[in-house]
C-alpha cells in the first residue's frame, strides 16, 4: 500500500467525528473508500426516523476518504445528496465514494450509501478542492 494511504489510514484510527458517530474505515484504496456505521436509537428525529444528518455524515466520511485517497489536503466545496429509502435503527450502513475525477484544481467523486442487505438508502455527488 502506497504511504499516503498509509498516513491516511492512521489518521482515521484518531479523527473525532469518526469516533464521535462510531464510524469505521473498512477499506481504503486509490480513489476508493467505504466506511461503516451502525445506527442507533441516538440517530432518531422527531419524527421517528433516522435522521438524514446522519446518512449525509457517513457518505461524506467516505467522500472525505476518497478524495484525500488521491490528493491531500482538500476540501469540500459541494455535496448533494438524494435519500432513496429510509434506514432504520440497527441497520449497518455502509457508504462508499468513488472518485469520478481528479485534477489540479477539482475533484468530483460518487457516493452512495446501503444497507446490510445491499439496501440502496442515499446516492451522493461532491466536488472537493486540492489545497497544495
Not at 456505521?37 to 438524514?52: A, C, D, I, S, T
Request: proline share 4%; hydrophobic share 45%; glycine share 6%.
Amino acid at each position: 500500500m502506497p504511504k499516503h494511504l498509509e498516513e491516511l489510514k492512521e489518521k482515521a484510527k484518531s479523527e473525532p467525528v469518526a469516533a464521535f458517530l462510531d464510524m469505521k474505515l473498512i477499506e481504503l484504496a486509490e480513489g476508493h473508500a467505504r466506511v461503516s456505521m451502525k445506527l442507533k436509537p441516538e440517530h432518531v428525529n422527531f419524527n421517528g426516523m433516522v435522521f438524514g444528518g446522519i446518512v449525509m455524515s457517513l457518505a461524506d466520511q467516505a467522500f472525505a476518504y476518497g478524495t484525500n485517497s488521491v490528493i491531500t489536503p482538500n476540501v469540500a466545496s459541494q455535496f448533494n445528496i438524494h435519500f432513496v429509502a429510509a434506514a432504520n435503527v440497527g441497520d449497518e450502513l455502509i457508504a462508499e465514494c468513488w472518485v469520478a475525477k481528479s485534477g489540479k484544481r477539482v475533484c468530483i467523486s460518487e457516493m452512495a450509501v446501503t444497507n446490510q442487505d445491499g439496501k440502496l438508502i442515499a446516492k451522493a455527488t461532491g466536488t472537493t478542492i486540492p489545497l497544495v
